[in-house]
């Protein structure tokens, strides 16, 4: 099982730039969610998907765009890059994301460093 | 707004000793999940509390949720190299996450 898979793993933008980071999963996992780990500030909740056609948007979802056309992919745009944006960006899906959240562990890929300059 | 506060920040310790980080809110968990992040990976679930005073073991690590289940422990026994690692509490509801900020550990052989 290839598990969350997430690409590219290093990118580096120019100010104004607009780029997709890839999030793919094979465990038929209804909940995808994108967050972005800084130092000192833990992980913080971009957007998520309860499933196809369905997406809503977490603590810090300015200058990012999500869609959720499938089961499997749940890819994050950037759509002008900014400086603030750097940081490194990770793709979590669960089987299910109740409210009695516990039963369902989220799944991480190995993340995405993007750097903008 | 719930936050997550973990303590200490950064623990460095020789192997074979043992050690305590902590997890508290100023809120009432609903439940809670400890994650291990290893360099360059994601988080990978290590156990989750769900009842006020419950203590979970898995292998050197012991876990306890507060009685108030408004905070959480992670021990563990015998630190070893393979411990090493970014220990992250989460907790929420509504399909929303919070994580605390980790205790990055560092287990010297």
């Known amino acids: 099982n290839a598990g969350v898979t997430q690409t590219p793993k290093f990118q580096v933008l120019k100010t104004g730039q607009s780029m997709t980071l890839q999030c793919a999963q094979d465990?038929?996992?209804?909940?995808m969610s994108w967050y972005r780990q800084d130092p000192g500030m833990g992980l913080r909740l971009i957007h998520y998907s309860v499933g196809a056609g369905i997406t809503d948007q977490g603590e810090v979802p300015n200058g990012y765009n999500v869609s959720r056309s499938t089961t499997e992919d749940f890819p994050l745009r950037l759509l002008s890059a900014a400086p603030s944006q750097t940081s490194v960006y990770f793709c979590a899906s669960s089987y299910s994301r109740d409210r009695e959240y516990y039963n369902s562990p989220l799944h991480f890929g190995n993340g995405t460093r993007l750097t903008v300059t | 707004t719930q936050l997550l506060e973990q303590s200490p920040q950064f623990l460095s310790i020789q192997e074979g000793e043992n050690l305590t980080v902590y997890c508290n809110s100023s809120s009432v968990f609903s439940s809670l999940q400890w994650y291990r992040q290893e360099p360059g990976e994601g988080p990978v679930l290590l156990v989750t509390?769900?009842?006020g005073g419950e203590v979970k073991k898995l292998k050197r690590l012991t876990f306890q949720f507060g009685d108030a289940r408004k905070d959480s422990s992670l021990h563990i026994t015998a630190a070893q190299p393979g411990d090493t690692g970014l220990y992250l509490c989460?907790?929420?509801?509504?399909?929303?996450?919070?994580w605390g900020a980790g205790t990055k550990l560092i287990i010297k052989p």
């Open positions: 465990m038929n996992h209804e909940y």
């Open positions: 509390v769900v009842t």
């Open positions: 989460s907790s929420g509801s509504n399909y929303q996450l919070i």
